[in-house]
């Protein structure tokens, strides 16, 4: 305790403090404690991670776990705050760099910890590292969001030595997580196949998730995961972790088991093709890992990072999105100011609030007729728009709705003006023939005549168009023959890509803060909370079938909440018009479809839908989310949400499998309700003259709905069932 009572006072107070030979550093949630203690050799060691202790005492005598072998204390290398390379450790570092005489090693020793309070009840610890044989510093952060139960942890490394110092390993956390198992729960994928789980149990040695394609379209693996201990991940019980690395390129998250059998965890940037040379008084700073800890399963920690994300981290998080009709799959590229303005109206009938046109609205040296032509070159196609953006946007307002555009200004096509002027601007080997994904490559943002360029597209339409209401911002390929013709060093373009792109979106929201942006690209992991911190919204797949999207949003629901996930109506999938509608509902609705063409019951099915997506839609963005019946476990999936005051709740549920007499034969148990409130039990989106089976006699406790359940009554006809769960006054 006599240790405790000046870390408290510190903790209190923001003041910078030595902490004495093996005291502790506490970094606290609401219900979440990360402990650190400082060894009597200066070595700063995770000692706890899980739930917060009601006496702050009890953290004096937590165990530290035995690590000993062939007579050697290896404790404070095992479970280290943030492993160097090249000493004393012989497992994974976090850190790995060559000082400027050469010398390969590092040695960290405490120097200082201070916690410091900010806005909004967030608290920040600092603890600062030093080698005590040269001039090189590395600060720890630990940014505390207590109400939402999330840790933001992240790295700063500095030196003063005389030449540059080279990083050859950078990590943005590293965690020690002792338990008698671990369950890994990570998602693969590729175009319309993403975010597909794998639960595996991890044993000995080393295992990698991670990215080398160096743009954000990620097609293969995002950098989120689920880390269950003791049993595997359990939605309503269970000890968990969840995280997402908030970096929009290239990534490495190492899971070791170590030879005692505890779990270290490293996360950061992809340290592959990437040596970094740091100069004297420069600060290298990584980027966060994003994380929460549950007891209670996987469901609480969903909750507890979508209420930090809707907060926290999204723009307008707590404000209403625009529901839009989109002309891609009405015109593909074959369009012209006629067929648009005709859409408006279509889009005005149906009753979304935006219209937005996609890709092929510019370029004139090389019309963008298709998907070969005209990236980079960005102004309005004279042959295809005679009047301009502006046109359209006053035209789209008379109709009766906004009116949004598609950009991809990351990318350039070959046959481009752009590509003719300004070749150096292009990510390209100069002595290997060019190589495509989607016939483009990417443009060099590590270059800031690049940034300017990028910033000046997005401000450029939006200087002449004031009234343009949103952004479609996409990115469709990866890079190829990495190579920067402007870059000092290298190895430095993976990641001063990514932080170029990052001071462009940080100066458009600085001059745009409430403009809507869609984050949209091709792959498979698409989206991080880096990007997030800029992007309104996201685009989860070009799959848009009913029953594959159940799935897909299903995982992606682990990480995002409802308020960021684009959902469009499209004509892909067999399903029903009202199960894919239903569908999409779980998020921020839009439509993808020909809107004349639609048969006339369909019509009206459609605009009653809106009109009653209007009247929930606060639900489903702002409340909590439970996901009652996975559709990996029977042949009904099933999802709820809840608002904060528990007296309005949208209940959907899905058909997911077409054996005979497939459906939901047992009651449903509800989550999140208030067990003494009464609630009626409606359903929307029938079709016209469609009967229901819940009538106004359909009325429960929210004990009896959560205890005992009730069937909402999914087959073969009723494929889909939208339930609004109202409290009775």
């Known amino acids: 305790m006599r240790f405790l009572l000046p870390f408290l006072l510190a903790l209190c107070t923001g003041t910078l403090l030595a902490a004495p030979a093996d005291s502790l550093i506490t970094v606290e949630t609401e219900h979440t404690a990360l402990v650190m203690r400082v060894t009597p050799h200066g070595d700063v060691s995770v000692v706890y991670l899980g739930n917060r202790l009601q006496q702050p005492a009890d ?14 204390d290896y404790t404070e290398l095992y479970n280290s705050a943030y492993t160097p390379a090249g000493s004393r450790n012989l497992l994974e570092p976090a850190l790995r760099a060559t000082h400027a005489d050469g010398n390969p090693s590092l040695d960290l020793r405490y120097v200082s910890h201070q916690t410091q309070r900010l806005d909004q009840g967030i608290r920040q610890t600092a603890i600062t590292l030093k080698d005590p044989q ?14 939402v139960d999330v840790i933001e942890q992240w790295s700063t490394i500095r030196h003063r030595e005389r030449k540059d110092v080279v990083l050859h390993k950078y ?10 198992s671990y369950y890994l729960t990570h998602f693969h994928g590729d175009w319309a196949r993403e975010m597909n789980p794998r639960e595996e149990q991890l044993s000995e040695g080393i295992k990698v998730l991670d990215s080398k394609l160096g743009a954000r379209a990620d097609l293969f693996q995002p950098p989120s995961f689920l880390l269950a201990f003791n049993q595997p991940a359990h939605e309503d019980h269970g000890d968990v972790l969840l995280a997402n690395l908030a ?3 290239n990534y490495k998250i190492d899971f070791e088991v170590d030879p005692l059998h505890n779990l270290r965890l490293i996360a950061g940037i992809n340290p592959y093709a990437s040596e970094y040379y740091l100069p004297a008084n420069q600060t290298f700073t990584t980027p966060a890992l994003v994380y929460t800890f549950s007891s209670k399963g996987t469901g609480q920690a969903s909750r507890n990072l979508h209420r930090w994300a809707r907060r926290y981290r999204i723009p307008q998080g707590q404000e209403e999105r625009l529901t839009l009709l ?12 006629p067929k648009l303005t005709a859409l408006f109206k279509d889009g005005a009938d149906l009753g979304v609030d935006l219209f937005l046109l996609d890709d092929g609205w510019f370029a004139n040296k090389y019309p963008r007729n298709d998907d070969h032509t005209g990236l980079g070159d960005w102004q309005e196609n004279r042959q295809k728009l005679p009047h301009g953006i502006g ?11 906004k009116f949004g555009i598609w950009l991809e200004p990351e990318m350039v096509s070959p046959k481009s003006e752009l590509y003719e002027k300004h070749p150096d601007w292009v990510i390209k080997l100069p002595n290997r023939d060019e190589y495509y994904f989607r016939n483009q490559l990417v443009l060099d943002l590590s270059n800031p005549k690049v940034q300017d360029f990028v910033y000046g597209v997005v401000d450029d339409l939006m200087t002449k168009n004031p009234d343009l209401s949103y952004i479609k911002w996409d990115c469709n390929a990866v890079i190829y023959n990495a190579y920067s013709a402007t870059a000092k060093h290298q190895t430095h373009l993976y990641v001063d890509y990514v932080n170029g792109l990052y001071d462009v979106l940080e100066r458009l929201r600085q001059k745009y803060p409430t403009l809507p942006l869609m984050l949209c690209s091709g792959g498979g992991g698409r989206v991080d909370y880096g990007a997030l911190r800029y992007f309104t919204e996201f685009w989860p797949s070009d799959n848009t079938d009913g029953l594959e999207r159940v799935f897909i949003q299903w995982n992606y629901s682990y990480f995002y909440p409802a308020l960021a996930t684009c959902n469009h109506i499209t004509e892909w999938g067999d399903q029903s018009l009202k199960y894919r509608t239903d569908v999409a509902m779980m998020g921020k609705l839009g439509y993808d479809i020909v809107v004349g063409e639609l048969p006339e019951k ?3 099915f459609s605009q009653q839908a809106l009109q009653q997506y209007e009247k929930m839609q606060d639900v489903i963005w702002q409340g909590d989310q439970y996901r009652l019946a996975s559709p990996y476990e029977g042949d009904v999936a099933s999802l709820l949400y809840v608002n904060e005051a528990q007296n309005r709740a949208v209940w959907f549920s899905y058909l997911v499998s077409e054996r005979f007499q497939a459906g939901s034969h047992l009651p449903v148990r509800l989550k999140g309700l208030d067990p003494a409130k009464k609630y009626r039990i409606r359903e929307l989106n029938l079709y016209p003259d469609a009967r229901t089976p819940f009538g106004e006699e359909s009325v429960y406790s929210g004990d009896y709905l959560m205890q005992v359940g009730v069937n909402p009554q999914v087959n073969g006809r009723r494929s889909s069932v939208v339930l609004e769960v109202n409290a009775v006054e």
């Open 59 to 72: 953290y004096q005598t937590l165990p530290v776990q035995p690590a000993q072998g062939q007579g050697y």
């Open 134 to 147: 040269y001039p090189f510093e590395v600060v720890l952060y630990y940014k505390t969001y207590p109400e």
């Open 171 to 180: 990590a943005s956390a590293n965690l020690y997580l002792p338990a008698q």
């Open 247 to 249: 970096w929009s390129g």
């Open 326 to 337: 989109n002309n891609w799959e009405a015109t593909y590229f074959d369009f012209n100011e």
């Open 391 to 401: 046109y359209l946007v006053k035209e789209a307002q008379a109709a009766g709705v």
């Open 602 to 604: 369909e019509l009206r």
